[in-house]
């Protein structure tokens, strides 16, 4: 049994470095995509038969600004308000109308920091192709219906839009997410395998002083 015991342990530790090396490798693909478009130049016009070693810009249209909302799963906590005085002091004077005011102010802070709004536009590029995007909020003001732009294309894929000195990447956040969601669990998984590899030496040590203790009482 005990050769078991280690044989799991020692599978978990290696299964930290395992992780981060999956995770390592996974990242390296978008990462040098992304490097590799930062450093590439604009397609001449009209682009070339092969667009791969260069960015396309195409022109486009916003023709439909939405937003929507999402219930956040871990909302913040409410405020305090500080407890009722002591029965031994004299009442408070009455707050008027703020004495309900406040509390509902806060409340509806709240609610409405619980709540996260997504802001969507859609494109028509001059292909004639329509491309849905969302967009972060400084972006979405300045793309109204009828604002015209550019979009800049790599590897058949709209990866920035351009409107003025605005600008918003479109890079799948996934594509680099789950590579470093891989990483930090393989770095969790190595760190509490180490620490109880630790805390297993530290009580075997101590079994071993106690032994050593009773098999060799003073005399």
Known sequence: MEWRTRLRTWAALAAGPALIAVGVALAAGPDADLTAFERAPY?????????SHCVTRLAMTVTRQSTYTTENPDPPDPPQFPPPQPPQQPPQPPMGPFHVILPTVARLRVVAASRTTHYKITVRTADGRYHD???????????????????????GRVVRLRIGTHTDDEWPDWKLGIPVFIVLAGAVVFVVVVIRLLRRSLRMRRRRRVTRVHGYPYR
């Open 133 to 155: 995007f969302e967009v972060e909020h400084d972006f979405y003001k300045v793309a109204e219906a009828g604002t015209t732009g550019s979009a800049e294309i790599w590897h």
């Open 43 to 51: 397609c001449a016009t009209p682009p070339p038969a092969d667009t």
